[in-house]
């Protein structure tokens, strides 16, 4: 992006101009619906000897949920709640099905090897399938698979079939895409069984998915190498759930710089979420206040933090936005203290999970051939 100087800089006089890295709108409330996802991921390691290693993983939302050891060749849970809430056979149902996808990962790499005639390095195949499930109900489904980090083939949910996205998937599209009944099956998967176990999971794991804490929002500033560029970053840290609004102003007035991916927010240690938006800035002789608006679920109101030239540092418009933050973290940790309470009581009741379904496997596609 070029960005160039108009005029000598006064104190305090600064204009934002074409290009500007500021910032992104994700979601928030009443902006975005929050959806919910399940998701499993595999990734098989290969060279000319064969398979090296194996990963599987479920994840809800941002949550790492379960995952493979490879070495006793048991699914084994990454969550305290999901060790407690479900009881040994879903385990070992799962611990099945994850030993016939290494299988099926250790024939098919071969047969992918031969295809493409790789005698030399690593290359790795993944495969990626679940569901989301917006908050108007809408769900969609997702069985993608990749080659060496690249799409190789990819399911078309509503048309029943597969798409070639490598020359070398042209042979399984013709072969999974004759197979109609297999198709409808991982349709009625993503649709209806990792549906229901989005919604299990999700109500197993409420005291994380529903908790809520509240973004913590600065300013800082810093002059280009050249001197002919101001740049204002807005930093918001601190958040969950990693959905958030976050607009540059300028006079009180929206910039209205375009959407930016959602790769942009970043994980904290603790679990909750960052986001920085950044504003280039050039010279003239206009001035008026640049502030930064963020919009979240936990906040009961947009806050606002305006730059201020003079002392060159963001100030928060909101009152008693001290005793916010503070009550804020109030909040998350008694949802902490709520979950750990709730999985000891789930203990003592011997986990019972009801007349819950243990799947023999978490999809069909497995037994399909590459």
């Known amino acids: 992006m070029v960005f160039a100087a108009l005029g000598g800089r006064r104190p305090g006089c600064y204009h934002a101009i074409l290009g500007s ?102 290359h790795t195949l993944q495969w990626s399938h679940g569901c989301e499930l917006t908050e108007d109900g809408i769900v969609h489904g997702i069985s993608n698979f990749a080659y060496d980090g690249r799409d190789f083939l990819v399911f078309d949910k509503s048309n029943l079939r597969w798409i070639a996205a490598s020359p070398y998937a042209e042979v399984t599209r013709h072969k999974w895409n004759a197979d109609g009944e297999q198709n409808q099956a991982l349709q009625g998967y993503l649709e209806g069984e990792c549906l229901k176990w989005l919604k299990t999971f999700l109500n197993f794991g409420k005291t994380v998915f529903k908790r809520q804490a509240a973004p913590q929002v600065n300013i800082t500033n810093w002059n280009s190498d050249d001197g002919a560029t101001l740049v204002l970053s807005c930093l918001a840290t601190g958040f969950y759930p990693p959905t958030l609004r976050m607009t540059w102003l300028h006079n009180e007035s929206d910039i209205g710089q375009p959407q930016r991916p959602p790769r942009d927010i970043l994980p904290n240690s603790d679990g909750t979420y960052q986001l920085r938006a950044t504003l280039h800035l050039t010279a003239l002789e206009d001035g008026g206040p640049y502030s930064c608006r963020v919009e979240h679920e936990a906040l009961e109101e947009p806050q606002i933090v305006v730059w201020d030239p003079q002392t060159a540092r963001g100030r928060d418009t909101r009152p008693g936005i001290a005793v916010g933050v503070m009550f804020s973290t109030l909040i998350l940790l008694a949802l902490v203290a709520a979950a750990a309470t709730a999985i000891l009581i789930i203990k003592r009741r011997g986990g019972n999970t009801g007349s819950l379904e243990i799947l023999t496997d978490e999809d069909s596609t497995a037994s399909m051939v590459l």
């Open 21 to 122: 890295l500021a910032v992104l709108t994700l979601c928030g409330r009443g902006v975005v619906p929050v959806s919910h996802s399940l998701t499993y991921m595999y990734t098989a390691t290969y060279d000319h000897t064969g398979l090296l290693d194996f990963m599987a993983e479920g994840q809800v939302d941002d949550v790492l949920i379960d995952g493979y050891n490879r070495e006793t060749q048991r699914k084994v849970p990454r969550q305290r709640w999901m060790e407690e809430a479900l009881e040994p056979e879903y385990w070992e149902r799962g611990s099945q099905s994850r030993r016939k996808k290494e299988l099926w990962f250790q024939q098919n790499v071969e047969i992918l090897r031969r295809r493409t005639n790789e005698s030399r390095g690593i």
